[in-house]
């Protein structure tokens, strides 16, 4: 049987930066990676467009598809992220980042918000 070591790795920075800060949102994100694969989450960007407002911090713990369209800035931090995603994130002025950067940049995770 293969591992996902991608996988693996995420579940451990995000382990790591919960022991630091005890904010629960990591705690969230660690669950919801530890989950069976058929459970996680696929967002379209059209979902993004209807529940975030201009410069918010997500997270999407599984991957982010293209349909729809995106008027506003975004910071993105995906699993997976589709090529036409992220086109129309970074065609609205966003960022896409990755998780070390994300815990590093919020490692209380004040601001931060999961997306699913």
């Given at each position: 049987?293969?591992?996902n070591?991608?996988?693996?790795?995420?579940?451990?920075?995000?382990?790591?930066?919960?022991?630091r800060?005890?904010?629960?949102?990591w705690?969230?994100?660690?669950?919801?990676?530890?989950a069976?694969?058929?459970?996680?989450?696929?967002?379209?960007?059209?979902?993004?467009?209807?529940?975030?407002?201009?410069?918010?911090?997500?997270?999407?713990?599984?991957?982010?598809?293209?349909?729809?369209?995106?008027?506003?800035?975004?910071?993105?931090?995906a699993?997976?992220?589709?090529?036409?995603?992220?086109?129309?994130?970074?065609?609205?002025?966003?960022?896409?980042?990755?998780?070390?950067?994300?815990?590093?940049?919020?490692p209380?995770?004040?601001g931060?918000h999961?997306?699913?």
């Amino acid at each position: 049987m293969f591992t996902n070591v991608l996988l693996d790795n995420a579940i451990w920075t995000v382990r790591r930066a919960f022991k630091r800060s005890k904010a629960p949102i990591w705690r969230s994100l660690e669950d919801e990676l530890l989950a069976p694969r058929s459970n996680r989450r696929e967002v379209n960007v059209s979902k993004l467009e209807n529940v975030t407002k201009n410069d918010e911090v997500i997270i999407v713990p599984g991957k982010l598809l293209g349909a729809g369209a995106i008027g506003h800035r975004l910071t993105v931090c995906a699993f997976s992220i589709s090529e036409v995603a992220t086109k129309k994130i970074m065609g609205s002025g966003g960022r896409i980042i990755t998780l070390d950067d994300l815990i590093e940049s919020h490692p209380d995770g004040k601001g931060v918000h999961i997306i699913g």
